[in-house]
């Protein structure tokens, strides 16, 4: 497939690799040429220096026989633009775009997005993919990466494994004979800086990152068996009052059973929006790392604080200060990827990384046939792929024992109608069950494969 994006940012750079390395014909579009030459001088792919919104850049980067158009540059106006002239001009099939700005992404102005008004098939918000990834973080706030599948009934743990861990040092294989009702699959380990999805002869050691796929109503347990404690979060500290704050302020009061929660907001006119937008959250107008402010928002009684400014090093210190003065769980908002080994000796928790929950939509978006959920695991090392299976799958009808999966591949769980299950090797693949796989990078296309659907457009 012939595929343009345009921004080859930390974004476009990331869905560039995961297309280009799937053999898809990509070119990449940016202003900057330091950052074309980037893109091309790493991946397999074609660059083109200009500005993505201009109709004869779009034609030198092959926009006559495209079949698809992703728009993620800075500029939101930029994207929109892209779609339009991609479509009037060239008669692109498939057009995606990334728009950060709340006013495009109101319900009442949905209709702009119609194919004769502005033509863009997908709209992505990274504001809101992170204020989601982050409402996950806290509903499971003993792992430091979680992810939602199957409509809600299953969900992905990442799990670090420390010395109290009930299991340390037990075989996988072990694991299914002990807990032969725990509906939960070790899909993955890090192990020393290495993903790798493990056998079921492989032990689990302290200091492994577990990744578990796991029956939502078996959470409690999971962690349990792990060795973690499930905190309840009635009190929330969020330290950033813009567009993530405040999606992640308002989800928490619209919740059932109410959360306590208090925003410190540095800047004086986002703080008066969110006073404004908010019904029952107290919001503070001040510097998110000033122990005084930070007192006078409860942290040392909060159940947990997140840290969602744009700045990552700020995120980082709010969280290392707010542990200090007791909070027991923090969240930080970290783009800069090469930050993240230091999440484990700054007492930090679990991390949002915006670039992979985008990454993560974006994929979602683009994958053809019955692929119904896509979730990018650590710097695009490898993905967690929900599907249905066809008629016409190599899957149907044969057990999983007699897969011919690669060494990568793992099944997480199985959806038979409305329940979810544990794949054993006797569980039988039949037309219209939905599966779960991992797969490390390298196997996503013999994951295709194998579930008859290629990356392609609709």
Known sequence: MKVIICGAGQVGWQIARHLSGERNDVTVVDSNPDLVRRATDSLDVQGIAGFASYPDVLDRAGARDAEMVIAATYSDEVNMVTCQVAHSVFGVNRKIARLRSQSYLETIYSDLYRRDHMPIDVVISPEREVASAALQRLSAPAAFDTEIFMDGKAQLLGITIEEECPVVNTPLRQLTDLFSTLRATVVAVRREGTLFAPEAKDQIFVGDDCYVFCH??????????????????????????????????????????????????????????????????????????????????????????????????????????????????VIALINDPTLVPLMGPLGIDAYINPRATTVSSILRHI????????????????????????????????????????????????????????????????????????????????????????????
């Not at 792929?385 to 009808?397: K, R």
Request: proline share 3%; with cysteine.
């Open 216 to 329: 939502v109503d078996d959470i409690p347990r999971t962690m349990e068996i792990f060795g973690k404690t499930q905190s309840k979060q009635e009190r929330v500290v969020l330290v950033g009052g813009g567009n993530v704050g405040l999606a992640v302020a308002q989800s928490l009061e619209q919740r059932v059973k109410r959360v306590r929660t208090k925003v410190i907001e540095k800047e004086r006119h986002c703080a008066e929006r969110a006073a404004e937008a908010l019904e029952r959250t107290i919001v503070l107008n001040g510097d998110g790392l000033d122990a005084g402010l930070l007192a006078e928002a409860g942290i040392a009684r909060a159940d947990a604080m997140l840290s969602i400014t744009d700045d990552d090093k700020t995120n980082m210190l709010a969280c290392v200060r707010a542990k200090a003065e007791g909070c027991p769980y």
């Open 367 to 458: 994958r053809h046939g019955r692929v119904r959920a896509v979730y990018s695991i650590g710097d695009a090392e490898a993905e967690v792929i929900e599907a249905e299976v066809l008629s016409t799958s190599p899957l149907a009808g044969r057990r999983i024992s007699e897969i011919d999966f690669p060494e990568g591949v793992l099944v997480g769980a199985v959806r038979k109608g409305e329940e979810v299950i544990r794949p054993l090797g006797s569980t039988r693949i039949k037309e219209g069950d939905v599966v779960a796989l991992f797969a490390l990078a390298e196997d996503v296309p013999e994951v295709e494969r194998l579930m008859q659907v290629s990356i392609d457009f609709f």
